[in-house]
């Protein structure tokens, strides 16, 4: 374990004043060897090209926590749920998911403030579940991250075609755009990386939340037609939907398609996970940006779907033409609604906006994907190499790793490999979703193992709210989508055609992959099942709470200095 301490050109612990002197930087060095400093910003910097580096601010991580939970999954994908269940269904839907995301997300909140270390939450399942769920799990979250990356690299591609198409700029050109400038920004470093996501992150919760002031204004007659909408679209056409099947039995398959789809809308929100070991003072900042979870899936997802039933029949043409529009601003609910009601030219806007949503995710999704595989290696389940940082705390092997599977989106540039990539994008929900089952597993067993070594809750930085039988019944519902999320395979039907098979093995093949990696691990290493009493809550737990008192002495030789962006304090803070 690594202890910090003084490094040889001074003795003594640090003090405000010291900090001061040395012009805001300070010099540590550990008994493993690492050399940390402090830099006038409150970063914690190593030189042993093993470690990240903490330069991620509060600001920075709470808006990378809303950025990961809104996407086109909501601004688009919305549409769809509506199409198929109805304004009822998805309400309840999207309620019930976003319910379901915060019980995972205090989970992985309670063990990732307690020790907010690089390997994430395939690190935590390492240690107090199993060395082989731990693997399973990082090269799940990986490969999902690894294929969603391409996908929306030709999504931010497909906008562009609303205004140049295809055929007067071939979309190759800007996959390779994009692809260059989303390497780019995870190559500069972390504190660049944070700058960038922080800023189109603001933007992305100014849009959602101006598309919900303005639903509101139309809801209530304020549009320039003054059709006042209130919930007519509940009694015509209704409030749920028949869905495959008629009767009570269609709506509630209806009801279920919506919590398909809000999983797919609400993967991503645990991202933040993976940022914590390169953020600063983890132990305050993460805490929080879990518990104002909540908040922001009451806020922009609930509140998005209720007032979208409002205004949108689940019956229009307008709304099915729309569902295959693919990415561009026409493919959104939203954008109908604006046209319904007789508003012009901002269509044009939204797509700019939804623009930066897929350029913002597929810059994000990137990091992941390089931080998840560094995690890897740093517990020793991927190549070493992969481990290396720059001077920068950049995983550059990582990166490139990542970066060479981004060359997929290629493949959608040729009409006939489409169907084919589409395929592979069927995974990416089920491998979210077995992220969020392992990261409950993992919450239930570090339960059982802090009561077993009597670690109490005021031992605790934050400890979830719904403790053991909120993961439990969370647990359950997880497994219970994930086996049925592709059920109108299941179902066949005049009207929805026999058995699809393709349909049914790309939706599951995750599955029997995240198996075969655990029981294959399981067999090849020989592991057993982390014991209760014998889980390690303190290795690497030292070397952050050594980092977080160079933190708060930094804070303190910085006196009333309130660090941070003035704009974003006196504009765009109060909204959080």
Not at 222 to 241: E, L, N, S, V
Not at 491 to 500: A, I, L, N, W
Not at 511 to 533: D, E, N
Request: proline share 4%; with cysteine; charged share 15%.
């Amino acid at each position: 374990m690594a202890i910090f301490r003084r490094s040889p050109a001074s003795s003594g612990e640090i003090s405000p004043h010291e900090h001061d002197k040395e012009m805001g930087k300070s010099d540590y060095t550990t008994s493993a060897g690492e050399h940390p400093t402090i830099a006038t910003d409150g970063a914690v910097h190593y030189a042993d090209h093993e470690h990240l580096h903490r330069g991620l601010k509060a600001r920075h991580i709470t808006m990378i926590a809303i950025g990961g939970a809104i996407g086109t999954g909501l601004i688009i994908g919305t549409g769809k749920a509506l199409a198929q269940a109805g304004p009822a269904s998805i309400l309840i839907g999207y309620t019930a998911v976003g319910f379901l995301v915060y019980v995972v997300m205090c989970g992985l909140g309670e063990m990732a403030a307690w020790l907010p270390h690089a390997s994430g939450f395939s690190g935590y399942a390492t240690r107090f579940v199993d060395p082989a769920l731990g693997f399973a799990l990082g090269y799940t979250y990986w490969f999902k991250y690894i294929i969603v990356t391409p996908n929306q690299l030709t999504a931010s591609a497909l906008v562009i075609q609303e205004w140049k198409t295809a055929e007067q700029v071939n979309p190759g050109v800007w996959i390779t755009i994009f692809f260059i400038a989303i390497v780019c920004i995870n190559y500069f470093g972390v504190q660049f990386f944070g700058e960038f996501e922080f800023w189109l992150s603001s933007i992305k919760v100014v849009v959602i939340v101006g598309l919900i002031l303005l639903s509101f204004i139309l809801v209530l007659g304020g549009g320039p037609t003054h059709d006042r909408t209130g919930f007519r679209y509940y009694k015509d056409p209704g409030a749920f939907k028949e869905y495959i099947a008629d009767g009570a039995w269609g709506r509630f398959l209806g009801f279920w398609s919506s919590l398909i789809g809000a999983v797919f809308a609400y993967l991503g929100t645990e991202l933040v996970g993976v940022t914590v070991g390169e953020a600063q003072n983890p132990r305050k900042v993460i805490p929080r940006a879990i518990k104002l979870t909540f908040f922001r899936i009451i806020f922009f997802y609930v509140l998005s779907v209720f007032f979208l039933g409002m205004l949108v029949p689940y019956d229009s043409d307008d709304l099915a033409f729309a569902n295959s529009a693919g990415t561009k601003a026409s493919a959104s609910p939203f954008v109908l609604a604006i046209r319904l009601a007789g508003i012009q030219h901002l269509p044009g806007i939204l797509n700019a906006c939804i623009l930066l949503f897929t350029f913002s995710a597929s810059n994000s999704d990137l990091y992941i994907a390089s931080r998840t595989i560094y995690g890897l290696a740093k517990n020793g389940d991927a190549p070493r190499i992969l481990a290396y940082t720059d001077k920068r705390g950049v995983p550059v092997a990582s990166l490139a790793l990542s970066s060479c599977f981004c060359l997929l989106a290629y493949l959608n540039v040729a009409s006939d490999s489409r169907v084919v990539f589409g395929y592979f994008y069927n995974l990416v929900t089920i491998f979210g979703l077995l992220t969020w089952i392992s990261i409950l597993v993992t919450h239930i067993f570090w339960l059982r193992a802090r009561k077993a070594q009597g670690l109490t809750d005021d031992q605790m930085p934050y400890v979830a709210p719904f403790k053991m039988i909120g993961s439990y019944i969370a647990l359950a519902f997880c497994i219970i989508i994930a086996l049925t999320k592709n059920f109108s395979v299941f179902t066949p039907s005049e009207k929805y055609g026999k058995f699809d098979s393709t349909n049914f093995v790309t939706g599951y093949l995750g599955i029997p992959l995240y198996l075969i990696m655990i029981f294959g691990y399981k067999f090849w290493h020989k592991t057993k099942r982390v014991r209760a009493h014998e889980a390690d809550f303190y290795t690497g737990k030292d070397e952050v709470d050594r980092e977080e008192e160079a933190f708060l002495a930094h804070q303190a030789a910085m006196g009333k200095n309130k660090g941070g962006n003035w704009f974003y304090r006196t504009f765009v803070a109060w909204l959080f």
